[in-house]
């Protein structure tokens, strides 16, 4: 068969073999991708029940679209019979994973929650797997599980066959319905799910695998106990083990889904961190037994990238201590330390001036409050007592106050006396605030801006202005010079504190973004966060000259973990480093619009499911397909879902480990599909004249340009989209016919981005900050006549028009958190649309993440659910 030609594949080699059937993997030159054909197993081919079981392997499967079920393209016929093209997954079976021993209980965990969520998919679909087991589960490289082998699936309208032990499915695998041969339903597929759970976690079958036995132990003997010499496995998961493997199904999960949460619950309590790469463990660096507040971590080169990946053991809410190089090749050890253990947001840390406290921003309370507490641990104190937001604390240098923002009262910077007491307002707006070191004044970091604030006065000035997000201002020891990220520009810079010109550090490579700042004591380091774009991000460390703020070397990394690392800060002698271990995600939702008030008409439902991030949604014209970036790891991906059938493709191809490819938009008159991507290098416009075919660049950008999120045209011809070709953020538009024509609508000082065309194709509104803010402008196609539509001292974001041309909806953060807002165009106050208020659920936090897409019915918008907690690490520098 290897070399032969079926159809538009093209066989390559074999790469499995069954009882059931042999697969092989092809190339399909119709799509240009590698494929995996499975024809039956030469003594099933005279079988009419195992054609009949092959067929139906297909129809189950291609019922289902999910991240966690292996795809089937088609079922056709051959020379060689007939054969099922399916999507080609790398990876292992989880079978061959555990035969280097027992998992992790967070990788456990983690997998087992993905398992779950695709058998949910499949359930709510109507198909029983009936076949769970450890080697139809695959594992990719990127940790991706993906559910195989529905060749015992049953879907609605299907007659079970009476199934015995040694007949149809796995023995060690069966639920005792299905050895009794009773009728079946997804609860079966939960004891086989409990079987590999229990198999993940201690390497073996919970009732053996020696079948004069094992039916007999199945139906008549409980299940064992977990093994003690695992280490300290949490009763909870122990619950959730028996209850999957309940004799009787009445007593099991009665959903999957019932499953997922329970799993969800138990992993916020137990791991904060991503996935582990168990598949690169290295031999020899097994997580080690320690107290009951410590674990050891590993770090290991993997092949020639020396791709760093972190070896951890489970413990319960005890603080991790973690002993770990730093760096690969290097003698120095790191020690980190679990400050806070909530399952909910901790975040935003703070030193005090000696040393002995931390102060942060925890909702334990439920809303977001500040709290302090001793630095070698201890109970917390609760300072703040409001029923709004308070965050970004910052210790005053004499230790008598606290700055923080709040959402009350419109926005505003409050000073708490450290001890506790009754907080003053002192400046209006709703901004992060950092002291210089003599306590005389406040950096304010609002909207973009950077403002100075003397406390004696009480007037903020601006010092700089238009960074286009969070600058993260830090303060140089001598009070002389402020550090801060300018998103608009994508570096991070160093400006006079008294004013001036601001310089490059050049510490930032294209795509990526910061995600906190911190000095030194002595003004010889600088620490930041850093990482693409939405992806995660590591602490990385660089000396600089204290008196001119320059680099002296190249940025090295100081954390290589797979979790993401963000708001870090100096312990006052410069041997701790406190940072927030975050964890996110992001799930499209459509919410159901009134199509004649344009505001929200009953509750949403999650469209999207995997992954961690998504976002970016756009819709056809005609309401029926949605395009969106999801994210993996950290790269990006456009994908395509028919929002009638819920089948989603991916759309774009993995050309490279940094590939992103965000913010699609359909052309309303064709099928194409436009944009960006950062396949040459740095992002440009793309696109795919059909969805799955060739795609192909549109224009050409170098080094820090970005051209990004194009958004065609009513009429098909045009495209605009923002770009930074002249220094800052400015829209712009790229008009085909016979010659093409790529012409700047918007000039000046001030950043313009997130461009919509109004639906009859004569207005484009976007976000500008010419009035300092986000605000929402409106202009002519052609760039003429430029007028504000919403002005508020709050940060607007994207804007979408309701296809009827009435009003335009905006996403903005007035009242603190990111909401969608209506604006009608003939004039008067906006509505507020939706209303997310909590911390731990909502609209990204960030502007730039917010975009949504709006039909006549519905609304589609990003929203996440955030969780974090605060680590510190001793010995950085």
């Known amino acids: 068969m290897v070399g032969k030609n079926l159809s538009h594949y093209r066989i390559l080699e074999e790469v499995g073999r069954g009882g059931m059937g042999v697969v092989y993997k092809a190339h399909d030159k119709k799509l240009d991708r590698p494929v995996a054909l499975k024809f039956p197993s030469p003594s099933a081919i005279g079988s009419e029940r195992e054609k009949e079981r092959f067929v139906r392997e297909a129809q189950a499967a291609a019922a289902l679209s999910h991240p966690g079920i292996a795809t089937v393209y088609e079922i056709d016929q051959s020379e060689f019979g007939t054969f099922i093209a399916m999507e080609y997954v790398e990876g292992v079976t989880l079978k061959e994973l555990l035969e280097r021993g027992a998992l992790s209980t967070n990788l456990a965990i983690d997998y087992g929650m993905q398992i779950a969520e695709a058998l ?46 040694g007949v149809m499915g796995t023995a060690a695998y069966m639920s005792p319905e299905q050895i009794h041969g009773e009728k079946l339903d997804h609860r079966t597929d939960i004891w086989s799910f409990g079987v590999v759970l229990f198999e993940m976690l201690t390497g073996g079958l919970p009732f053996g695998e020696y079948e004069p036995v094992l039916i007999h132990f199945i139906l008549h003997e409980p299940p064992p106990p977990l093994p003690s010499k695992r280490g300290r496995i949490p009763e909870e998961l122990q619950r959730i083990v028996h209850k999957c493997l309940e004799k009787d199904p009445a007593d099991r999960y009665q959903t999957a889904a019932d499953l997922v949460v329970d799993l969800r619950r138990l992993r916020r309590s137990t791991d904060p961190f991503h996935r582990t790469p168990a598949m690169v463990k290295p031999a020899g660096h097994e997580a080690q037994k320690g107290t009951s507040r410590t674990v050891r971590w590993a770090v290991a080169g993997v092949v020639a990238l020396a791709v760093v990946v972190v070896v951890y053991a489970a413990v319960r809410l005890d603080p991790l201590k973690a002993i770990s190089p730093a760096l690969p090749g290097t003698e120095t050890e790191l020690e980190i330390v679990q400050f806070t253990t909530g399952s909910g947001i901790a975040d935003f840390p703070s030193w005090s001036p000696e040393g002995e406290w931390l102060a942060y921003a925890s909702d334990a309370s439920g809303n977001l409050e500040i709290w302090t507490q001793r630095s070698m641990g201890g109970e917390p104190t609760r300072l703040s007592w409001s029923r709004y937001n308070e965050s970004y604390p910052a210790w005053s240098p004499d230790g008598r106050s606290i700055a923080c923002c709040t959402d009350s009262g419109g926005g505003a910077v409050l000073l708490f006396p450290s001890e506790g007491g009754i907080p003053v307002r002192i400046a209006e707006i709703e901004a992060r605030p950092a002291w210089s070191p003599d306590g005389k004044l406040l950096s304010l970091d609002w909207n973009g801006n950077i403002l100075l604030m003397d406390l004696t006065r009480g007037t903020p000035r601006p010092i700089v202005e238009g960074t286009s997000g969070m600058p993260h201002t830090v303060w140089s020891p001598d009070g002389q010079h402020l550090f801060f990220w300018d998103r608009r520009k994508g570096d991070i810079y160093v400006v006079p504190s008294f004013g001036g010109s601001r310089t490059p550090l050049n510490l930032i490579r294209p795509g990526e973004e910061v995600s906190g700042l911190a000095c030194s004591p002595d003004g010889a380091f600088l620490v930041f966060s850093r990482g693409q774009f939405g992806g995660r991000k590591n602490l990385w460390k660089v000396s600089i000259d204290p008196a001119t703020c320059v680099p002296l070397e190249r940025p090295q990394p100081i954390t290589v973990a797979t979790t993401d690392d963000v708001h870090c800060t100096l312990s006052p002698d410069g041997k701790q480093l406190a940072y927030t271990v975050r964890d996110v995600e992001r799930q499209v939702w459509r919410l159901p619009l009134n199509p004649t008030t344009g505001l929200l008409a009953g509750p949403g439902e999650q469209v999207t499911f995997g992954g961690r991030k998504n976002y970016y949604p756009a819709v056809s014209r005609d ?76 224009t050409e950008t170098l080094g820090r340009v970005r051209d990004v999120h194009p958004v065609v045209s009513p009429d098909g011809r045009s495209v605009v989209f923002y770009s930074n070709r002249s220094g800052n953020w400015d829209v712009w538009v790229l008009t085909s016919g016979r010659k093409k024509s790529l012409t700047r609508l918007t000039t000046g000082p001030s950043n313009e981005m997130y461009p919509a065309w109004s639906p009859d194709g004569r207005m484009v509104s976007f976000t500008s900050d010419r009035e300092r803010t986000g605000d929402i402008w409106m202009m002519d196609a052609n760039g003429q006549n430029p007028l504000p539509l919403v002005v508020h001292p709050a940060e607007e974001g994207w804007s979408a028009w309701a296809p009827d041309g009435s009003r335009v909806y905006f996403t903005s953060n007035r009242g603190g958190a990111f909401n969608v807002w209506a604006q009608s165009i003939r004039g008067g106050e906006p509505e507020r649309v939706t209303n997310y208020e909590g911390l731990s659920f909502g609209l990204p936090e960030e502007a730039l993440y917010t975009k949504f897409a709006v039909s006549s019915t519905s609304l589609f918008v990003p929203l996440e659910e955030r969780r974090g907690n605060i680590y510190v690490l001793n010995n950085p520098l």
């Open 623 to 698: 309401a029926m397909s949605m395009a969106w970036t999801s994210q993996e790891s950290d790269r990006a991906f456009i994908y395509l879902m028919d929002l009638r059938e819920r089948i989603r493709r991916k759309l774009t191809k993995e050309w490279a480990h940094s590939t992103r490819e965000t913010g699609a938009d359909f052309s309303p008159v064709d099928d194409r599909l436009m944009y960006s991507s950062t396949t040459g290098g740095t992002y440009q416009l793309w696109e795919m004249q059909t969805p799955g075919s060739v795609e192909f660049p549109v």
């Open 120 to 165: 949910q998919f499949a359930h709510e679909g109507g198909v029983v797997h009936r076949d769970v087991k450890s080697t139809n589960v695959i594992i990719t490289p990127r940790e991706q599980i993906k559910i195989t082998d529905f060749g015992l699936a049953l879907r609605p309208g299907n007659v079970p066959h009476s199934v015995t032990a």
